[in-house]
């Protein structure tokens, strides 16, 4: 009898430990800052969906690309901007078993894309590392402070990138000298590939807004085989690195030809089409959801408002898929 006890016992460790190292995949949501604090309310819809990470975004300012300061952490901006309402933001999701990603980014004024912020002068370039290493670190110890799972150190900066890469590298070695946690970077979809400081981070992070299908409204069949155009490339650079891919932003607008430009924001897009959205969302997870944790770690959709009962809806041709037939769609997926 002790033996067959013992050997019971073996196995219900053995079974345990092997349970407790699975990998979770990351069901998450890109969760929008706005000028209020949130409480459980707020929270719920995440719940309903079964979304399990929340990416936290806190902004700074450049007045036009080729300014190098940035401005941050004002009064001047709404709460959940500020490390206040980052921190009133995060301390909630995880009362809620929320998990967190800290993000912080850049907005360029007039909306300009981020990946072109370029100086045109050494002294300027200087300014602009000193003032994105303030940015980035207060932010960093912020993250440590939370005990934020992930800590996201750039978004869609790749002529900045490309223009001073040793900066970014003794940038990383200075964020890990205050952070702990798990580090990303969010390239953008034809970013990613020449991003030259992977080694260093714990995930390969990549705003996934590839073209999947020229058609009006894409089927489910197109978007398959545009995305199967790119899947061996990104699990082959998964492979490469030896870390796994997160899609640190990825969504589609409920428009027409939503999967043809996905990054598209244009706000004259405005003719709505719900199945467009729900096509390309379902081929999303049908290639990636059920892919293994150690070369896909999950995603977080763009983008979720706090307000969910006022956010969205059935004429809304924005990102969000809340109030959508494609919130069902996440949350069946999410739920798995």
């Excluded at 300009?112 to 207060?138: C, H, N, P, R």
């Excluded at 034809?190 to 089927?219: C, H, M, Q």
């Excluded at 405005?270 to 059920?290: D, G, H, I, Y």
Aim: with cysteine; glycine share 6%.
């Amino acid at each position: 009898m002790k033996i067959i006890f013992r050997m019971s016992l073996f196995l219900l460790v053995c079974s345990c430990a092997m349970t407790s190292h699975k990998t979770e995949k990351i069901n998450g949501v890109s969760f929008v800052a706005s000028r209020d604090t949130i409480n459980d309310v707020h929270i719920k819809p995440l719940l309903n969906i079964h979304a399990n990470y929340a990416a936290i975004m806190p902004f700074g300012f450049i007045r036009e690309l080729s300014h190098p300061e940035i401005v941050f952490n004002t009064e001047r901006q709404w709460f959940g901007e500020r490390a206040v309402g980052v921190k009133q933001y995060a301390e909630n999701m995880k009362k809620n078993q929320i998990k967190v990603m800290l993000k912080p980014q850049i907005w360029v004024s007039r909306g300009a894309f981020t990946g072109g912020i370029k100086m045109t002068s050494e002294a300027d370039w200087q300014v602009l590392e000193d003032s994105y290493t303030s940015f980035i670190l207060t932010y960093a110890k912020l993250a440590q402070e939370l005990q934020t799972e992930i800590f996201c150190i750039g978004t869609e900066l790749e002529s900045f990138i490309d223009e001073r890469p040793e900066y970014w590298k003794q940038l990383i070695v200075n964020i890990k000298k205050v952070y702990k946690g798990k580090l990303t970077y969010a390239a953008n979809w034809n970013e990613y590939d020449r991003t030259p400081f992977w080694d260093p981070l714990d995930y390969i992070g990549i705003d996934a807004y590839f073209p999947v299908s020229d058609e009006k409204t894409p089927t489910v069949e197109a978007c398959r085989k545009g995305w199967l155009k790119h899947k061996p490339t990104i699990k082959s650079f998964s492979e490469r690195y030896k870390k796994p891919i997160l899609f640190t932003e990825v969504g589609y607008r409920s428009v027409d030809f939503s999967g043809k430009e996905p990054w598209r924001s244009d706000r004259d897009m405005t003719v709505v089409n719900l199945e467009a959205q729900t096509n390309t969302m379902q081929v999303l997870f049908e290639v990636f959801w059920n892919e293994d944790e150690d070369w896909f770690a999950g995603g977080f959709l763009w983008k979720w408002f706090h307000n969910h009962k006022e956010a969205g809806g059935e004429n809304d041709s924005r990102f969000t898929p809340q109030n959508k037939p494609v919130e069902t769609l996440v949350k069946a997926h999410y739920s798995k």
